[in-house]
């Protein structure tokens, strides 16, 4: 799947009633079956970014397009099909069910894209990022590091068109990041999936062939200034 931003502007309100900016992208694309770095530090908008475009967040103005579908115009609850449908996502908190073993996410994964349930697709991801151990095990009987590798196996069990990952090895013990990161490529080119990967390593970041800074194109302080 293709990505363009067009005009994107983001937010807050902070305690006094004044705003702060955090995003203002004039222009952003990632053409399908790209993979893309994103650097920047922490709190220069890289989540909130990854999260508007897999429309959990909805931005103050601009377009999101997404293969010619401008989600930014879509309801909630389109948006909440289009993305369990097309988008996979790997957060950075992780965001698994505690009450659900690792095989039950990532089945759980597979029931909300609206697709047939594959037990053995499902073990199978799991075994690939050397959790075959842990497949009947809570989050809470995991440390964080595997819980961020169920996170993946989740975020893949769909086939996503497009997949974000928001820092995705960093709560990976050293020993794993490479499998991690070879994991979510690997998966990517097979399926001609985009990705889009965000960071703070320089050692990751060294790995892909492009390479973008938040910074050079976001603009938050212009947001104000036009306001």
Not at 15 to 30: H, I, T, Y
Not at 49 to 75: F, K, Q
Not at 137 to 162: F, Y
């Amino acid at each position: 799947m293709s990505l363009e931003l067009r005009n994107v502007t983001k937010s807050y309100r902070d305690p006094s009633g004044g705003r702060v900016p955090v995003l203002n992208v004039a222009e952003f694309k990632l053409v399908t079956g790209e993979q893309t770095v994103l650097l920047g530090s922490s709190g220069g908008g890289k989540t909130t970014l990854l999260n508007i475009i897999a429309g959990i967040t909805t931005a103050d103005s601009g377009d999101v397009i997404i293969s010619g579908t401008n989600i930014a115009r879509l309801s909630e609850a389109a948006r909440d099909r289009f993305r369990a449908e097309r988008i996979g996502y790997v957060f950075q908190t992780f965001n698994l069910l505690s009450a659900f073993t690792a095989l039950e996410n990532v089945l759980l994964g597979m029931s909300f894209g609206g697709r047939n349930v594959d037990r053995d697709r499902a073990i199978k991801l799991l075994e690939r990022v050397g959790l075959g151990h842990r497949l009947h095990h809570k989050p809470a009987q995991m440390s964080v590091g595997e819980q961020q590798r169920t996170s993946v196996a989740r975020a893949l069990a769909n086939t996503p068109r497009l997949l974000l990952a928001d820092e995705p090895t960093a709560n990976v013990d050293i020993a794993n990041q490479q499998l991690v990161l070879e994991m979510l490529r690997d998966s990517c080119r097979e399926n001609n999936v985009s990705l889009l990967l965000v960071t703070h390593s320089q050692e990751v970041a060294a790995q892909f062939d492009r390479v973008e800074k938040l910074a050079d194109f976001n603009r938050p302080a212009n947001v104000l200034q036009t306001a």
